[in-house]
């Protein structure tokens, strides 16, 4: 009897545990719990471990995506200043004389900035801004402003022996030079421009010239225009044409020999030219990278007289060491019949600097004036 109850209850029991499960299967099961972080520290240490090393990865792929566009757009980046820089270079002139009129050179201080862009790999454009009146100060053009455009070249190299060079503000013969250094001399100080001849240094309004040089030998060729300051009769415009031209030759023992010339002369477009106003020619040979020897003879002919002025110079100016030189000049824009003899030495301050003091005697006459003269470059 108790037998059968105590299997009547457990069915029962079963029956109910039955509906039970039954009735709860229709119920949304309740959300999992959230694990209960590993207070192990070196379980953290792990996780942070692998998540840097993730975020590292991505990074990096990311940046060799940079890199793959930054390399394609320089591949096929187009234009003339492409991957180029430019140069800049600052030159500071200080020039002075006792007493003051003992030198034609002029005192004061004078500054330039010339900028140097490559073009096309080969080719360079320069630009010099000045503040020097001498540099600035073209024909008859007076030009007020204490800082202006002074020079505007390009020079396009189209072989490694043939250049074109166009200067259409500013223009120079010695931007025609076959020496590289020599025309790149804005980069240097120009201490002694007056052991030139003076045609060779006066400014110009613009000009244009071509540049043949071998392995030995190199040639120059350049015609440079400025406007006269008195007009012609007919109202025209009245140019002067300076003719430049240039040969030199390098020896087998590193002897230079450079023969320069050059004619001066108005004329009216398109009528024909009238007769050569002046000319000079100065022959310089350079014995070897600071020796250097030089003559040169002027004319200048004017309505009523005729101006010739000659010079002969000689110069030792090592980089490293005290430097010399000497110069005999005869003539000058306001004395035709000076004698000037000019002595100076030369020191450089490092690679950015030069400083040149000197002594001159003006002979004029049987009198005889000594004075001192003083030159400085520092470059920028």
Same mark, same amino acid.
């Given at each position: 009897?108790?037998?059968?109850?105590?299997?009547?209850?457990?069915?029962?029991?079963?029956?109910?545990d039955s509906a039970?499960?039954?009735?709860?299967?229709?119920?949304?099961?309740?959300?999992?719990?959230?694990?209960?972080?590993?207070?192990?520290?070196?379980?953290?240490?792990?996780?942070?471990?692998?998540?840097?090393?993730?975020?590292?990865?991505?990074?990096?792929?990311?940046?060799?995506?940079?890199?793959?566009?930054?390399?394609?757009?320089?591949?096929?980046?187009?234009?003339?200043?492409?991957?180029?820089?430019?140069?800049?270079?600052?030159?500071? %002139?200080? /020039?002075? #004389? +006792?007493?003051?009129? !003992? &030198?034609? =050179?002029?005192?004061?201080?004078?500054?330039?900035?010339?900028?140097?862009?490559?073009?096309?790999?080969?080719?360079?454009?320069?630009?010099?801004?000045?503040?020097?009146?001498?540099?600035?100060a073209q024909e008859?053009?007076?030009?007020?402003?204490?800082?202006?455009?002074?020079?505007?070249?390009?020079?396009?190299?189209?072989?490694?022996?043939?250049?074109?060079?166009?200067?259409?503000?500013?223009?120079?013969?010695?931007?025609?030079?076959?020496?590289?250094?020599?025309?790149?001399?804005?980069?240097?100080?120009?201490?002694?421009?007056?052991?030139?001849?003076?045609?060779?240094?006066?400014?110009?309004?613009?000009?244009?010239?071509?540049?043949?040089?071998?392995? %030995?030998? /190199?040639? #120059? +060729?350049?015609?440079? !225009? &400025?406007? =006269?300051?008195?007009?012609?009769?007919?109202?025209?415009?009245?140019?002067?044409?300076?003719?430049?031209?240039?040969?030199?030759?390098?020896?087998p023992d590193d002897?230079?020999?450079?023969?320069?010339?050059?004619?001066?002369?108005?004329?009216?477009?398109?009528?024909?030219?009238?007769?050569?106003?002046?000319?000079?020619?100065?022959?310089?040979?350079?014995?070897?990278?600071?020796?250097?020897?030089?003559?040169?003879?002027?004319?200048?002919?004017?309505?009523?007289?005729?101006?010739?002025?000659?010079?002969?110079?000689?110069?030792?100016?090592?980089?490293?060491?005290?430097?010399?030189?000497?110069?005999?000049?005869?003539?000058?824009?306001?004395?035709?019949?000076?004698?000037?003899?000019?002595?100076?030495?030369?020191?450089?301050?490092?690679?950015?600097?030069?400083?040149?003091?000197?002594?001159?005697?003006?002979?004029?006459?049987?009198?005889?004036?000594?004075?001192?003269?003083?030159?400085?470059?520092?470059?920028?």
């Amino acid at each position: 009897m108790e037998a059968a109850w105590t299997g009547a209850v457990n069915r029962a029991t079963d029956m109910a545990d039955s509906a039970k499960r039954f009735l709860l299967s229709f119920r949304r099961p309740p959300p999992p719990s959230c694990p209960v972080p590993d207070p192990n520290p070196v379980q953290i240490l792990k996780r942070l471990q692998q998540q840097a090393f993730y975020d590292i990865m991505q990074l990096r792929e990311r940046q060799e995506k940079v890199e793959r566009v930054i390399s394609l757009f320089k591949a096929t980046k187009v234009g003339p200043f492409a991957e180029e820089s430019t140069r800049v270079k600052g030159v500071i %002139n200080v /020039a002075g #004389s +006792l007493p003051r009129d !003992i &030198s034609e =050179a002029e005192s004061g201080i004078s500054s330039r900035f010339v900028f140097e862009a490559p073009v096309r790999k080969k080719d360079s454009l320069f630009v010099e801004l000045s503040t020097d009146n001498r540099c600035m100060a073209q024909e008859n053009d007076q030009i007020e402003t204490p800082f202006a455009l002074s020079k505007l070249m390009y020079l396009s190299n189209i072989s490694d022996s043939f250049s074109v060079a166009a200067v259409p503000k500013g223009a120079r013969c010695k931007d025609f030079s076959t020496d590289q250094n020599i025309r790149e001399e804005h980069w240097l100080a120009s201490l002694r421009s007056s052991l030139r001849p003076p045609l060779l240094s006066k400014i110009h309004r613009y000009g244009g010239g071509l540049i043949l040089r071998s392995k %030995n030998f /190199a040639v #120059s +060729l350049a015609e440079l !225009i &400025s406007i =006269a300051g008195r007009p012609v009769n007919d109202g025209g415009a009245s140019r002067v044409y300076t003719e430049f031209g240039q040969i030199s030759y390098q020896f087998p023992d590193d002897i230079k020999l450079t023969l320069s010339a050059a004619l001066h002369g108005p004329s009216v477009i398109p009528r024909k030219r009238k007769p050569t106003a002046g000319g000079c020619v100065d022959l310089e040979l350079e014995i070897d990278e600071d020796t250097r020897f030089g003559a040169w003879i002027e004319l200048d002919k004017k309505p009523n007289s005729r101006l010739l002025r000659w010079a002969v110079t000689l110069s030792d100016t090592p980089q490293g060491d005290l430097g010399w030189g000497v110069s005999l000049r005869r003539g000058t824009e306001a004395k035709p019949q000076l004698f000037q003899v000019e002595g100076f030495l030369n020191l450089h301050l490092g690679k950015t600097a030069a400083v040149q003091p000197g002594i001159v005697f003006n002979v004029d006459g049987r009198r005889c004036r000594p004075g001192l003269v003083f030159h400085s470059s520092w470059s920028l």
